[in-house]
């Protein structure tokens, strides 16, 4: 093939970075990664990277510096790298292969990097330093989480040194910026201790603390710990020593303990509850609740008192105690001391009335305990019991301010007998009576001769209790229950406590069901609008039904239970009848007939769906087959339905039918 030549380009043409959508010609030069390539095909083409041989040749080999390597970068032939300590040349295009991979990188230059202190949360690679004790370590690959004392991540860098420390035994390493020695004595500005700072002797803290505590008029108790505050060191005047705990769930304490004390008796402790404490050992304290624990050491007499005192040298030597005073001045107690002219008392005072067991001056939960005199000027709330004995007791005016007397507070699940009892001897027997609410059935009983004394219930069970009669003027009861016969008016309706039978002088007149197991016998009309069920035989000389108008709607009719049981249709049917018998009782085991007289026109029709309470039933037709009706007018078709209701809750209905009346 003959080769075609440019008489404009014998010389060398710069084409830039090199592009895959360019097209490159003879002696065209680009820059790819760090080096420079000459085009030397005859043809011109696209796409052909610099480092194929068959179409360029390294023309200048140089270095392009991309700082510090990175996975997500493509790196080409010339590209310089720092990772680690040390900088690498890549060799051929890669992403993702860290140096050092011998496939695409070159070492370029050796070196070291400072990581500082050792950190088991950092990824370091190799040839990073870091610091650990008192040595520096040279980490020998990459690795994350790997102590320096693993030999096979870490080497010895620099081994650190002290001062010979031979006859320096609890002395501190001190520096003057030069040179390190030991001493026992040191002069240190500030100071922030991570641990615990034991000192002998008295340990003095704040200006002028030695001073106070050596002067003749301020003399210490053995004091261990002597601090004093300088004012002019703040604007503020309050002198404190704060203490804090930072975890939410337990607590701030300052403890004394006693000579043999330990962390489980010989100790009182003052301190608060964290905003979040739960420690069930001490389950009184919530969280934020402000303290004060004792707890002394156990036998050998010790009393383990909690001590509150003033000493006498006050003008009052009061003690105060005021819940919720602290900014507001308000005083719930004050315990006054004996002194000349004054009796020792503790006086209560608030502006809370008290109106209730659980408010006001003085709320005891257990109860009161008073050997002398009981004084009171204003009015007395009870709501327990209130027994007297010891004595008589007499009142000259018992006001009451409502007219009803409550027992039973707390009568938790209704398990206390409610009511009034009193007491009686009789025959030198000690016998109880009273009317109480038996919480067992929940009945109100007049009951008399109980020998147990009632507590909480009465033993309406044991043997000789009885039952109160009881006269009134009259009685509106729901039910009426007895064991005897049930008279009213002498002989006006009497109920037979044996027999059951019902002797009414009058009308008898019942509005609901009526049961009568023995039979009913009157002479007169019986009257019953609620039902009446007869479990034995009945025996009527003339019965008389009510029948029920229905008309058609769309030729569905409405057979309403409660009505009747005898319907008729006056206007006739003009399609299939739909019949719908509503308010049925739905006892199970039941069975009830109804009948239905329709009045046929030229063409007759029957009922086809049969519904309960809307619901469609399958009617079973005598003989298996529906009935035709009688197709003249004016002619009457009677369709007999029986609807058993079973055991099992459901429907069988039986159609009949007498036709052509």
């Known amino acids: 093939m003959t080769q075609v030549v440019d008489l404009g380009k014998l010389r060398f043409y710069w084409a830039d970075t090199w592009n895959s959508a360019t097209e490159y010609e003879l002696n065209d030069v680009v820059k790819y990664g760090g080096n420079a390539y000459v085009y030397t095909n005859a043809l011109a083409t696209t796409g052909n990277l610099p480092t194929n041989t068959a179409y360029w040749k390294v023309m200048v080999e140089g270095i392009n510096f991309l700082g510090t390597y990175s ?3 493509a790196y080409k032939p010339g590209d310089a790298v720092t990772h680690g300590g040390n900088a690498y040349v890549c060799e051929a295009a890669t992403t993702g292969n860290t140096p050092p991979n011998a496939t695409y990188w070159s070492k370029l230059a050796s070196g070291i990097q400072y990581e500082g202190a050792y950190n088991s949360a950092t990824n370091y690679q190799k040839d990073d330093i870091v610091t650990s004790g008192g040595s520096v370590y040279i980490a020998l690959q990459d690795h994350s989480n790997q102590a320096v004392s693993n030999a096979t991540y870490w080497a010895k860098f620099v081994d650190g040194t002290y001062p010979d420390q031979a006859g320096n035994n ?3 390493l001190k520096t003057d910026g030069a040179s390190a020695s030991w001493t026992d004595s040191i002069s240190i500005a500030d100071a922030s201790l991570a641990g615990s700072l034991t000192a002998g002797d008295v340990s003095y803290i704040g200006p002028g603390a030695a001073t106070f505590a050596g002067a003749t008029d301020a003399d210490l108790t053995n004091p261990a710990l002597v601090v004093r505050f300088d004012n002019g060191q703040t604007e503020d005047s309050f002198a404190q020593i704060a203490f804090q705990n930072d975890d939410p769930t337990s607590s701030t304490d300052i403890i004394a303990y006693m000579d043999n004390g330990t962390d489980s008796e010989g100790w009182v402790g003052i301190g608060i509850a964290g905003s979040s404490f739960n420690d069930q050992t001490y389950g009184i304290t919530a969280p934020g609740d402000g303290y004060i624990f004792h707890n002394t050491k156990a036998g050998n007499g010790r009393n383990g008192n909690l001590v509150f005192a003033t000493g006498d040298a ?7 105690i005021a819940a919720g005073g602290f900014a507001s001045g308000n005083t719930q107690m004050v315990i006054t001391p004996a002194s000349t002219g004054v009796s020792a008392n503790v006086h209560i005072e608030t502006p809370t009335a008290s109106t209730s067991p659980t408010t006001g001056a003085l709320t005891v ?15 007395t709330n009870i709501t327990g019991n209130l027994t007297f004995g010891g004595g008589s007791t007499t009142t000259e005016n018992l006001a009451v301010t409502n007219p009803l007397v409550f027992v039973g507070d707390g009568n938790n699940a209704d398990a206390s007998d409610l009511g009034l009892v009193g007491e009686y001897v009789t025959g030198g027997v000690t016998k109880y009576a009273g009317i109480v609410r038996d919480a067992s059935d929940g009945v109100a009983k007049f009951f008399k001769d109980a020998t147990t004394a009632p507590v909480s219930t009465v033993n309406f069970g044991e043997a000789g209790l009885g039952y109160l009669s009881i006269k009134t003027g009259a009685i509106d009861a729901a039910a009426i229950t007895g064991s005897g016969d049930l008279t009213i008016a002498t002989d006006k309706l009497v109920v037979n406590s044996t027999t059951g039978a019902i002797t009414a002088a009058g009308t008898f007149t019942p509005s609901g069901l009526v049961t009568a197991n023995g039979g009913i016998t009157t002479s007169g009309t019986l009257t019953v609008t609620g039902g009446a069920a007869f479990s034995g035989t009945t025996d009527m000389q003339e019965l008389r039904e009510s029948v029920v108008d229905v008309t058609l709607a769309s030729n569905v009719g409405t057979l309403n239970w409660s009505a009747g049981n005898i319907f008729y249709i006056a206007t006739a049917p003009t399609g299939a009848m739909t019949f719908n018998v509503t308010n049925v009782p739905t006892d199970n085991s039941k069975i009830m007939t109804i009948n239905v007289m329709v009045t046929q026109g030229s063409t007759g029709y029957i009922p086809t769906v049969f519904q309960i309470g809307g619901a469609s039933q399958t009617i079973r037709w005598a003989g298996g087959s529906a009935p035709t009706p009688t197709s003249s007018a004016n002619k009457v078709d009677i ?13 069988i209905v039986y159609g009949a039918a007498s036709l052509n009346f």
């Open 314 to 320: 006050g003008d009052q030597n009061k003690i105060v």
């Open 71 to 73: 996975n997500a970068t």
């Open 639 to 651: 369709f007999s339905f029986t609807m058993q209701r079973t055991s099992a809750g459901t429907w």
């Open 170 to 172: 609890n002395y501190i």
């Open 365 to 379: 939960v257990g109860g009161v305990g008073i050997s002398g005199s009981l004084n009171i000027l204003g009015n």
